[in-house]
């Protein structure tokens, strides 16, 4: 019988996760050190010690089906740029932005849990732990989100080889070409500006509030009046929904355009109303905390060590 204490002891010895550190047990009936041997055999104990090193470069990827009804956008992590363009490691990411479209995981640890669809015989995280093994680095699938469109398309488009990525629906009753036009133009205009948030409907009571109070504590320390404090504030607002959200924010390609105003106009040409209904962007990296290297410190730390 496999106990939580065996599995907790073969962790530690290996760093490797939980449910493989149980299946290497049950598949070595409990030996511990052929136990060991198993998770090495399969590029999981090396791939743990990576495990801890932060996995901040990598590809956002998209994938958009050939009748541009279903989409999905992910971001593969790995640890430097040199890994971040191996033929291997690009291959994966491809693979993955394409199964990620048409899977029913909720999150990514699910999504991972899948048969790779590249090589059925292995999982998603199999599949990666064995290009860990294979190109010395940490990485990770990070997340993933996917979109589909009955009435209407879903364009993509991905900036400076992988550093940002977006893919947006379009929604029309009318089918006609020019909504590739316009989901890849607004596509574009995201990676650009990154809004917030589709439309002032959007942004949560929450943000609204935290905005609010800030602009509020700047009219004060400005030394406004009271009297005229709310009123700045609200202005303030306006400035911030016409920023941050896609459809008020003036168009890229040409600031005479709001959004909203570049869609009506394509609406009436073709007789249609034309919606930008949802939007993802993911720019590669962002919110991961970055471990600064310092090599001078780090020989003087040396040094120091030495000496005593």
């Known amino acids: 019988m496999i106990t939580a204490s065996m599995v907790k002891e073969l962790r530690e010895r290996t760093g490797a996760g939980m449910m493989d550190c149980k299946k290497a047990l049950n598949e070595t009936q409990g030996d511990m050190d052929k136990a060991i041997e198993y998770l090495r055999e399969k590029g999981l104990a090396a791939a743990a010690k990576k495990a801890g090193r932060i ?22 992590n790995c640890e430097t740029d040199f890994v971040a363009v191996n033929e291997t490691f690009v291959e994966f990411a491809d693979n993955v932005a394409k199964q990620s479209a048409s899977t029913a995981a909720a999150d990514v640890d699910a999504f991972v ?99 609010k109070e800030i602009y509020r504590v700047q009219a004060l320390n400005e030394g406004k009046p009271e009297a005229i404090v709310e009123k700045m504030t609200m202005g303030r607002i306006q400035k911030y929904y016409k920023e941050n959200c896609l459809l008020e924010q003036v168009w890229v390609k040409d600031p005479e355009y709001t959004i909203t105003k570049y869609l009506q106009e394509k609406s009436k040409a073709i007789g249609s109303e034309i919606a930008v209904t949802e939007f993802v962007r993911f720019e590669r990296g962002e919110g991961i905390e970055k471990k600064e290297e310092n090599f001078a410190e780090e020989v003087q730390k040396q040094a120091a060590a030495m000496k005593k």
């Open 55 to 76: 996995a901040s470069e990598g590809l956002v990827k998209t994938f958009v089906s050939e009748d541009k009804k279903s989409a999905s956008i992910v971001e593969v």
């Open 113 to 211: 849990e899948e048969a790779y669809a590249a090589d059925p015989s292995v999982t998603i995280k199999e599949a990666l732990t064995n290009m860990i093994a294979k190109l010395g680095e940490n990485m990770n699938v990070r997340r993933f989100k996917n979109m589909k469109v009955e009435n209407g398309v879903i364009e993509s488009y991905v900036h400076g080889g992988g550093r940002i990525g977006v893919i947006v629906k379009v929604e029309c009753a009318k089918a006609d070409d020019v909504l590739s036009v316009i989901a890849k133009d607004v596509a574009m205009h995201v990676a650009a500006t990154n809004p917030l948030f589709l439309s002032r409907n959007d942004v949560d009571n929450a943000t609204l509030e935290a905005e």
